[in-house]
């Protein structure tokens, strides 16, 4: 074997990292797995190990392949590769690496050009329920076109499809029923072949099976890469790992990282077992775990470290536990809102706080479970003239506006004879394209599309501070390398996204919505392993805010509605850090009343049917909902203003100072004494000292009345 030279700087970059990175970086040969907590430091250390393994004649650049699962982040590898003085090394994503070798070896294996990947499914998915005499709207083509990519990523047929998705208790969308979902496969694959068209998954299956059947091509890529990195291996689906392991073959130097607590996506195919496996396939392989988290605040990273391991603090398998390294900052909150439009107005009045402040409104984001919940953000932060961003739908690079100001420029660009300054003429050709020179009134889809061109502005800025003789055929070609790497410029605005689409961005401060039972976990959660994912979410959720980190939910979803969410589950535990706002069961207390030794009372059999109770609010006030109240519905309005009176006073809740099922127990119930209040569940010592006399003289009052 040839002995490469060693670069003098090779040490040196070992010298750059924490002593869990070095044990990354220092040994770039043989399998290894990286445990990588977020905001630990991960590509740094894997890009690293890769520069150390060149620098020092362990590998030739060319002979690395480093896999990931987005554009963006393959060109960030490949810029801090650069950066470390090392060219030459491949960093794609699965997609791009695959259909690569696919145009290579496609004459070669079947013969003439491979055919074209289609850029979407949803028209061929279309075309097919068409076929089918199945009627859908745009929204069911979105979840069949889903339901399709997930079939193939688990390397099902449409003979194979039915008997796995009920073994794995999955239902099609649509409304369709297996068999049917079956129909629409063939159907769609039929489309394709009559279309002459691949998909994307379609570039992963053909390309394995060109591998599995011609040996000399197999071979070719061995001897081609030696040595592979998959980062964001807890998110690789079957059909990648089997991708993964035709290209490695029987060697064994491969290094993988993921985080177990960062798994998210297992809708779409995603598992952490090829993660968490990685030692039984592999005994001799190193595990490393990166713990110090140098993005958030010790205040952040303690939230997270117990939204992950919930009320027991356990640890979850493979999942680390995180260790700050910033400096102090402020201890994350917990809003609770009376309703829907209240907790985005709260939200927004916030924001426009920090943004007064001069917070730059591109470092905060809104996230939020479901995309439905954003239209309610949108429209308080249009209200207020707040500049706002839908992260999510359209690649910015994909914008209308912007590939039309793109054509402008590359057409302005064959003119530009260097008179006007670069950042002038920028804007000189954006104007063209819709842009104005000063902000629009307007929020919503105008003001999205004006901060569009405007980034693409600023970056002309950015270029000729560092490029002073550039002009516009140097900024053209800037622009279409960043496309090529869907490295998109800051557009300043708030950004609205949900978590799947939050994950691996960050932003100073970050506002959590929603965090409520029903949303985080979602009611479609109906399994354990699909409950746990929806604590990953949150997880990964917390672990975006840099500094300030705020949650919210709202007791009601209208106006005036009935007070029925609580806390998500997922926030017992953070008492210490939330307060007792963020219990998703209020607690228990038991204790003397009025110095006479009364305990509250907690029934289990309904006292109007002798049922049982089954939820704590039924225990509560002793009756399940099934049964009428028998409370005087005036009183127990005349409690709830008391109530809000006393709220306000002291600036709470208005459910810290009494629930709104301890209340109807006191309605129907109507104590007489201090002893006959403190049998009522919800109210213990310290509130019966605070508050025991008012609610008793409100209740003689109403009854004189």
Not at 121 to 143: F, N, Q, T, Y
Request: aromatic fraction near 6%.
């Amino acid at each position: 074997m040839t002995t490469l030279p060693v670069h003098p700087g090779a040490d040196a970059i070992l010298d750059a990292l924490d002593p869990e990175q070095r044990e990354v970086a220092a040994h770039p040969s043989g399998p290894m797995c990286v445990l990588a907590g977020a905001g630990t430091g991960k590509t740094r250390a894997i890009t690293h190990r890769i520069a150390y393994g060149v620098l020092s004649g362990v590998h030739q650049p060319q002979r690395v392949l480093a896999v990931t699962f987005t554009a963006r982040a393959a060109g960030e590898m490949r810029t801090r590769l650069r950066d470390l003085g090392v060219g030459g090394v491949q960093a794609r994503t699965f997609h791009a690496a695959a259909l690569r070798q696919l145009h290579y070896f496609w004459p070669r294996a079947i013969g003439g050009a491979a055919p074209e990947v289609m850029p979407h499914k949803a028209s061929a998915v279309a075309e097919a329920a068409s076929r089918l005499r199945i009627r859908l709207d745009g929204p069911a083509v979105r979840d069949l076109a889903s339901e399709v990519e997930w079939a193939k990523v688990s390397m099902l047929t449409a003979e194979t499809y039915a008997h796995a998705a009920a073994a794995q208790r999955r239902e099609p969308p649509a409304g369709l029923d297996p068999t049917a979902m079956s129909r629409l496969i063939t159907s769609y694959e039929d489309v394709k072949a009559d279309r002459g068209v691949i998909d994307f998954e379609d570039v992963l299956l053909l390309t394995v099976g060109i591998l599995r059947e011609h040996d000399e091509i197999a071979r070719a890529v061995r001897g081609q890469y030696r040595h592979f990195v998959v980062d964001e291996y807890q998110d690789v689906n079957r059909l990648q790992q089997e991708l993964l392991e035709l290209w490695v073959g029987d060697r064994t130097d491969v290094c993988v990282v993921g985080d177990p607590a960062q798994t998210i996506y297992s809708f779409t195919g995603a598992s952490p077992e090829h993660l968490l496996g990685f030692r039984r396939r592999h005994p001799d392989a190193r595990v490393v775990e990166l713990v110090r988290n140098y993005r958030s605040t010790p205040q952040v990273v303690g939230l997270a470290n117990l939204v992950l391991s919930g009320p027991g603090g356990t640890r979850r398998s493979g999942s680390v536990e995180l260790r700050a390294q910033r400096p102090d900052g402020p201890v994350p909150e917990l809003v609770v809102a009376d309703n829907d439009p209240d907790e985005a107005a709260r939200t927004a009045s916030s924001i426009e706080t920090l943004v007064a402040g001069g917070h730059p409104a591109s470092e905060i984001a809104v996230l939020f479970r479901t995309n439905g919940q954003s239209e309610a953000i949108e429209s308080a932060l249009a209200e207020r003239g707040i500049p706002y961003l839908v992260r999510g739908g359209e690649r910015f690079f994909s914008r209308r506006e912007v590939r039309d100001a793109v054509v402008l420029m590359r057409g302005a660009a064959r003119s530009d004879d260097g008179s006007v300054p670069l950042p002038d003429l920028v804007r000189d050709v954006l104007l063209g394209a819709g842009w104005t020179r000063g902000e629009p009134a307007a929020g919503g889809a105008a003001r999205e599309r004006w901060e569009s061109l405007s980034a693409l502005a600023a970056l002309a800025d950015q270029m000729t501070a560092t490029e002073p003789e550039a002009r516009l055929p140097a900024f053209v070609a800037e622009l279409d390398q960043r496309a090529a790497e869907q490295n998109a410029p800051t557009v300043q605005g708030v950004t609205l996204a949900s978590f799947h689409a939050a994950k691996g961005l960050e932003w100073d401060s970050v506002f959590l919505v929603g965090c409520s039972d029903g949303l985080l976990p979602i009611t479609m959660a109906d399994t354990p392993e699909a409950v746990e994912e929806e604590r990953r979410l949150l997880y990964v959720g917390v672990t975006r805010a840099r500094e300030r980190l705020t949650l919210s939910y709202a007791g009601a979803r209208t106006p005036g509605g009935k007070v029925t969410r609580r806390p998500s589950r997922f926030l017992d535990g953070t008492s210490a850090v939330l307060g007792e706002a963020a219990r998703s069961q209020p607690k228990r207390r038991r204790g003397a009343a009025a110095g006479k030794g009364a305990t509250a009372t907690v029934r289990s059999t309904c006292r109007v049917c002798g049922g049982p109770l089954a939820t704590a609010k039924e225990r509560t006030i002793g009756r399940c909902t099934a049964c009428p109240p028998t409370m005087d519905e005036a009183l127990f309005d005349t409690l709830r203003a008391w109530r809000l009176e006393q709220a306000k006073e002291a600036d709470v809740p208005a459910y810290v100072v009494f629930t709104d099922a301890t209340l109807t127990a006191i309605a129907e119930r109507v104590p007489k004494d201090t002893r006959e209040l403190a049998q009522i569940s919800g109210v213990g010592p310290a509130k019966l000292e605070r508050w025991g006399d008012a609610v008793l003289t409100v209740l003689k009052e109403f009854s004189d009345d």
